[in-house]
């Protein structure tokens, strides 16, 4: 049961450290005894009869390395010391470079390491500057580096030839296992006090209690209980049991086991036969991996012919299982279709090698359509070989054990092993470690081998997360021809070391953060592990303003977990900052400190929304670059900005010059907006485009928070400028008679030019001989900071140009890349420039458009409107079709040099073709100059040329343009912004002559000054739907237009570039549209949105049983204007419901609409965005041992919850949980006992606590937690 303290007086002085004189270097001293005992890494054994702490054999392997943590008034010179029974045994002392170190190291030859109890082990501190040396108290230390068991005789044999195990049945059915069976254990070699035998019937532990000394050099005689048999289950099973003595130390230095006792229980005869491992010895039930070798390993089921057990499409489910000798549960699950005769199920080698030292279990579940599984008995044998074949690593920046936890990477060293294998062989190297809960940390990296010397290198974020956890070692595992070969471990420290102890919790702390106006008088501070009658516990507060506070309290009863008041004040002296807490078990010489809990204190950041970039669309998120040449802006949003925020903006796209990092600091408001340089978003540009991602990261109080990642596809530029001839400019025919000896082709500056970008320059056409012409003027040039800024030359060709074939096609291809990279792959090629090469003067006269201003001339104009169903050019000359007939063609050349040819035709005898115009053409065209030629392929041999025509198509009057409203309102209307939910939209008819492409501009102005005007759309890109249909759905924002006063105008313009242009001087202007602001009471809601991402828990199976209402799942709505009463609804019930009240609350992971409706006539309604995330879905998985509950969530990829997490789903449900009452298990560890491991449990429906062992005879409810679905 859990007891609750009150705060006594805060502890302000430690006792007083005990002063005396001692003889140092020659002189009486006084010294105090104030210094913290130093410790031994790997983590001591605690406790030990009769000594402080023990040490066994892993700690002895290199020596013992003492360390002490950083003293108080340390400085170079100071040396530390270690001494045991009276004798000197090592220093070191503190050299200039170390003087900001934390921690300090003197170590022991293991030959000069005393074994047995040994008396006043201490360390001492002498100050090189004039101060009183410093002891530690004096420890007795029990140290042992024997094995229980002794040395193995015969190593040969796969098992400990030492130990020797007999039962007395080994065929046990229903009437043997009611009288239980004697097991007995012989009396073995190095037999000792505190010795436990951890003894194993199949896969399962019998708890036996440690030696006593009375046992001491006797047979050890015990009875496996009918309980325990039962409970174990019908099967063939291997009996064996290892050793562990006081400090730790396992039998047998190769072999830890018994010679294994195979038994047959036999106790239900409805359950089908067991299947065999059939590798494994059939008398001994040992699987030797060493004669496995690579092979894999085989679990067979044989069904006979007539075996009425099964039929014709059953399936059979092989689950094969095992815990390894890191203590991890693994399973195998395998399925076939059932075959009579021999059903065969592979085993994976390097499954069955992970168990090497421990047991495999496997059994097989019949499955059939419509019927119930039938299971089989359960197969375990013993996997046994060579466990360690290969030297232990180092890692190169280890002093003794301990490794520095800021370093920016570690490498660890393979030695030359033997034999060395292949360089093709797979190197994998681990980091393992354990958490004070017992769950294990793992991180693996697998490379091929290579050849010596064999390194891997390990960076800071790979390794510091083993900081501080117990048993932390690196091994490596060699893969290959050879066979699987698995090293030593090193067992090494990572930064502080391991705490005792789980950290402890505090109820009103939510996500890592304590909201102060949620905590009552005082908060709960709980201490999760078992206090007796007598503990002394000690809680240190550390806060981040006020400093250490010290409380001590003395129990006067159990408890088990322990609660105490927090004094609210702590808290609140402690806003905007933080406050860890840890604490102190003192149990009789036994002090066991715990692991610290970090909570920050203030107002929760709330959710962190998706950043937006302003100049991008979305849905989908696309980035046009033409918005951006003055820079993108990322807009950040979370739900409670403060001043003191650090926000980190992240924008990701190509390393190096391709990504942006910024900080931003004294921000308010609703968002944060950051600009990113353009040369950052032009060094992106791809001619595939590119994803960037971009973030924010939020530090308040030290605590790292990052948003969700935008993921954005910058695309390419579009419609950069085409390289020309200066001579020639931009027309669409090169004269060659008008060339210049010195001509040259020009770039002008383009958007995002750089220094160091490469720039292409090709030229393509058709020599007169009709040979190809191509040539580079340029391949991967560096561009200049000059041109850069002014844009590029060279020198054309010129004596080229005037050999190339006439009326054939001239292409200027120009191109850079912007990641400055030489990769063709990466060039953003511009726009084409096409030539038509013309060798003659013109000889015929120039077309004529017809509807123009003046009717005829080479200088036209033409009304697009007039034209755009019926647009037509005449060619007339005279003598045509004289000596045949002629083929004329018509050339349209557009403003951007681009070309369209019509026909050719042929002549008519009267003089006069006709070519008529499509009208995307003459779209293209508008507010343009265009240029018109023909020439002639004469039927009387030759060719023709006529004189141009130049066509200036005007632009289209406003009389003939649509306008763009807003929520569809007439021009010359009026509406009220308040009456909005949410943003207006903008929308407008087709225009006469819309294409696809073509470039828009919009903005809202008003009259009432001092407010900016309001950019809709900047260079937008018309889609083929807007083409098709007219503008729609562009946002105005609601917030813009409340920033209007009552009365006031606002006007809303249009502009399009008809010919695809960017620039909007050349745009056409539509008519604007004029609105009048006029407002009413409006509706309104306080909140903008409602984001709950607290942990919530939710019953699966019980729809309408809802967890206690908290301000974590729980936000009431407040709404004031408009006309009462309210009405409160939500698009989705499941994700979040809202009450009459207007009170919203999760339901359900998702997002969804909740709408407020007043009695307004016509009612006025708004809506809000409900963010839920952090549902958690907790389903009841029966009753069971912990192993069975485990794996009946691991089926259903669910997990039990922990210790804290069963006190909230408690707490969510008090007094109304629907479940089964009774306890349930947790999976936080308690403690580990004689090797069986002890958890918590906690009765959900009463919320006791509890722990018990994880015996198969211990059988509780469960629950499973789904964290797959906790966000949206």
């Given at each position: ?175 043997v296992a009611a009288r239980g069976v004697t097991a007995t254990i012989k009396a073995y070699p190095e037999m000792r006090v505190n010795d436990v035998p951890i003894f194993f019937w199949g896969g399962y532990q019998y708890p036996l209690p440690p030696i006593t000394a009375a046992q001491v050099g006797y047979d050890l005689v015990f009875t496996i209980t009918p309980e325990f048999i039962e409970a174990a289950g019908s099967g063939e099973f291997v009996v064996q049991f290892y050793l562990l003595d006081e400090v730790r130390n396992r039998s047998g230095e190769e072999y830890p086991w018994c010679k294994p006792v195979p038994v047959n229980v036999d106790l239900d005869k409805l359950l089908l036969p067991e299947p065999e491992i059939v590798e494994a010895d059939p008398v001994t039930l040992v699987l030797d991996v060493d004669l496995l070798g690579r092979n894999t390993a085989t679990a067979s089921v044989f069904v006979a012919r007539t075996d009425p057990n099964f039929q014709a499409g059953d399936f059979i489910r092989m689950i094969v299982q095992g815990t390894t000798d890191d203590g991890e549960l693994v399973r195998l699950t395998l399925r076939e279709e059932m075959i009579r005769g021999y059903n065969d199920f592979s085993i994976r080698n390097d499954f069955v090698r992970s168990l090497l030292r ?915």
């Amino acid at each position: 049961m859990s007891t609750k303290l009150a705060v006594p007086k805060e502890t302000s002085k430690a006792k007083k450290p005990v002063t005396f004189e001692k003889l140092i270097d020659g002189k009486t001293v006084t010294v105090v005894e104030d210094l913290d005992p130093p410790y031994i890494s790997p983590q001591e054994v605690r406790p030990v009869e009769g000594a402080a702490y023990g040490l066994g054999i892993v700690h002895l392997t290199d020596g013992l390395t003492f360390v002490f943590e950083r003293w108080t008034g340390l400085r170079a010179g100071d040396e530390c010391r270690v001494y045991a029974n009276g004798t000197f045994l090592g220093g070191h002392t503190v050299d200039p470079l170390e003087v900001t170190d934390q921690r300090f190291f003197v170590t022991i030859p293991r030959g000069n390491v005393e074994l047995g109890f040994v008396p006043n082990v201490y360390g001492e501190v002498i100050r090189i500057s004039p101060g009183t040396p410093s002891t530690s108290p004096p420890q007795t230390v029990f140290i042992k580096d024997t094995r229980p068991g002794g040395i193995d005789q015969r190593p040969d044999q796969k098992w400990h030839s030492n130990l020797i195990l007999t039962l007395s049945e080994t065929f046990i059915d229903a009437g043997v296992a009611a009288r239980g069976v004697t097991a007995t254990i012989k009396a073995y070699p190095e037999m000792r006090v505190n010795d436990v035998p951890i003894f194993f019937w199949g896969g399962y532990q019998y708890p036996l209690p440690p030696i006593t000394a009375a046992q001491v050099g006797y047979d050890l005689v015990f009875t496996i209980t009918p309980e325990f048999i039962e409970a174990a289950g019908s099967g063939e099973f291997v009996v064996q049991f290892y050793l562990l003595d006081e400090v730790r130390n396992r039998s047998g230095e190769e072999y830890p086991w018994c010679k294994p006792v195979p038994v047959n229980v036999d106790l239900d005869k409805l359950l089908l036969p067991e299947p065999e491992i059939v590798e494994a010895d059939p008398v001994t039930l040992v699987l030797d991996v060493d004669l496995l070798g690579r092979n894999t390993a085989t679990a067979s089921v044989f069904v006979a012919r007539t075996d009425p057990n099964f039929q014709a499409g059953d399936f059979i489910r092989m689950i094969v299982q095992g815990t390894t000798d890191d203590g991890e549960l693994v399973r195998l699950t395998l399925r076939e279709e059932m075959i009579r005769g021999y059903n065969d199920f592979s085993i994976r080698n390097d499954f069955v090698r992970s168990l090497l030292r421990s047991t495999m279990t496997a059994y097989y579940v019949r499955e059939r359509v419509g019927v119930d599984d039938l299971r089989s008995r359960a197969t375990t044998v013993t996997i046994a070989g060579t466990f360690y074949e290969l030297p232990r690593p180092s890692v190169r920046e280890a002093h003794g054990p301990f490794i520095a936890p800021d370093l920016e990477r570690i490498t660890v060293e393979m030695p030359d092993y033997q034999p060395p294998g292949d360089p093709g062989d797979t190197l994998a190297v681990n980091f393992v470690g354990y958490h004070v809960d017992g769950s294990l940390e793992r991180y693996a990296t697998s490379r091929l081998a290579g050849s010596h010397p064999r390194t891997r290198d390990f960076s800071n974020a790979e390794y510091t997360p083993f900081e501080g956890l117990r048993d932390t070692n690196v091994y490596y595992v060699v893969t290959g021809d050879t066979g699987v070969r698995e090293s030593d471990r090193r067992y090494v420290q990572i930064g502080r070391p391991a705490r005792d102890l789980p950290a402890p919790t505090i109820h009103e702390a939510l996500n890592g953060n304590i909201d102060p106006t949620t905590v009552g008088s005082t908060g709960t501070l709980e201490l999760p592990t078992d206090f007796k009658l007598g503990d002394i516990v000690i809680i240190k507060y550390t806060g981040s303003i006020t400093g250490d506070s010290l409380y001590t309290y003395r129990l006067s009863q159990d408890a088990a977990p322990l609660l105490v008041d927090i004094p609210r004040q702590l808290i609140l002296d402690n806003i905007d900052g933080t406050l860890t807490v840890s604490y102190v078990r003192d149990r009789g010489d036994l002090h066991q400190i715990s692991e610290e809990l970090l909570v920050t204190i203030g107002t929760a950041l709330g959710e962190l929304f998706l950043p937006e970039v302003t100049q991008a669309t979305t849905e989908p998120d696309e980035l046009d670059p033409a918005r951006t040449s003055d820079g993108a802006t990322v807009r950040c949003r979370y739900e409670f900005i403060k001043r003191n925020d650090v926000v980190v903006v992240h924008w990701r796209g190509l390393p190096g010059a391709g990504s942006y990092q910024t900080e931003v600091r004294d921000q308010v408001g609703e968002s944060i907006d950051v600009t990113v340089p353009p040369e950052v978003i032009g060094f992106n540009l791809h001619p595939l485009g590119r994803e960037i991602e971009v973030s924010f990261t939020v530090i308040r109080n030290g605590f790292l928070t990052d948003s969700p990642i935008l993921s954005l596809h910058l695309l390419p530029p579009f419609n950069q400028k085409a390289a020309y001839l200066e001579s020639i400019g931009e027309s669409a025919v090169m004269q060659v008679d008008l060339l210049q000896d010195l001509d040259r082709i020009i770039v002008d500056q383009w958007d995002y030019g750089h220094e160091g970008q490469r720039a292409w320059l090709m030229l393509s056409g058709t020599f007169n001989d009709d040979r190809p012409y191509d040539e580079e003027i340029f391949r991967g040039r560096l561009v200049s900071a000059q041109e850069a800024a002014n844009g590029v030359s060279s020198f054309a060709p010129v004596s080229r140009l005037r050999l190339l074939k006439d009326l054939t096609e001239l292409r200027f291809l120009f191109g850079v890349t912007y990641n400055r990279s030489d990769n063709v792959a990466d060039i953003v090629w511009f726009n084409t420039r096409h030539y038509l090469v013309q060798l003659e003067n013109n000889t015929f006269p120039h077309p004529e458009i017809q509807e123009s201003t003046p009717p005829s001339g080479p200088d036209v104009s033409i009304d697009p409107i007039v034209v755009q169903h019926r647009c037509q050019v005449l060619v007339s000359y005279p003598d045509m079709n004289k000596g045949g007939t002629d083929r004329i063609t018509l050339h349209w050349f557009n403003a951007d040099g681009s070309t369209e040819d019509f026909g050719p035709l042929d002549g008519l005898d009267g003089g006069t073709v006709t070519f008529n115009i499509p009208t995307d053409v003459v779209a293209a065209g508008v507010n343009s100059v265009i240029h018109l030629q023909y020439t002639v392929e004469l039927g009387r041999g030759g060719m023709g040329f006529s004189d141009e025509q130049t066509v200036r198509v005007d632009t289209i009057g406003e009389v003939d343009l649509p306008r763009l409203l807003i929520n569809h309102e007439p021009h010359g209307g009026s509406f009220n912004p308040q009456a909005l939910s949410a943003d207006a939209m903008a929308s407008s008819a087709k225009w006469p002559l819309s294409l696809e492409g073509q470039r828009v501009w919009a903005s809202v102005t008003t009259t009432s000054p001092g407010i900016d005007p309001l950019i809709l759309l900047e260079n937008h890109r018309l889609t083929a739907i807007q083409q098709a249909n007219g503008l729609a759905n562009i946002r105005v924002s609601r917030a813009w237009l409340l920033s209007v006063p009552d009365g006031a105008r606002i006007t809303v313009h249009l502009r399009v570039t008809y010919d695809r242009g960017e620039n909007p001087a050349g745009a056409v202007t539509f008519p604007s549209t004029e609105y009048a602001i006029r407002l009413v009471n409006p509706l309104n809601i306080q909140q903008t949105s409602v984001s709950h991402y607290a942990w919530v828990y939710r019953l699966a199976g019980y729809p309408s049983v809802f967890p206690t209402v908290t301000t974590g799942n729980t936000t009431q709505l407040l709404v004031s204007g408009g006309t009462g009463p309210y009405n409160y609804s939500s698009d989705n019930s499941n994700v979040a419901s809202v009450t009459t009240g207007g009170a919203v609350s999760s339901r359900g992971n998702g997002v969804t609409t909740i709408r407020v409706t007043d009695s307004s006539s016509p009612p006025q309604v708004r809506t809000i965005t409900a963010v839920i995330t952090n549902v958690i879905w907790v389903h009841y998985l029966g009753i069971g041992t912990e192993e069975q509950m485990f794996i009946a969530g691991d089926d259903r990829n669910l997990q039990l919850p922990n210790l804290d997490e069963s006190r909230v789903i408690q707490e969510s449900y008090a007094g109304r949980w629907p479940m089964p009452n009774g306890f349930y298990w947790t999976r936080t560890l308690h403690s580990t006992v004689n090797g069986i491991r002890v958890v918590w449990l906690r009765n959900l429906s009463t919320g006791e606590t509890g722990f018990i062992g994880t015996i198969v005879t211990n059988r509780y409810h469960a629950v499973g937690l789904d964290y797959s679905l906790r966000s949206s």
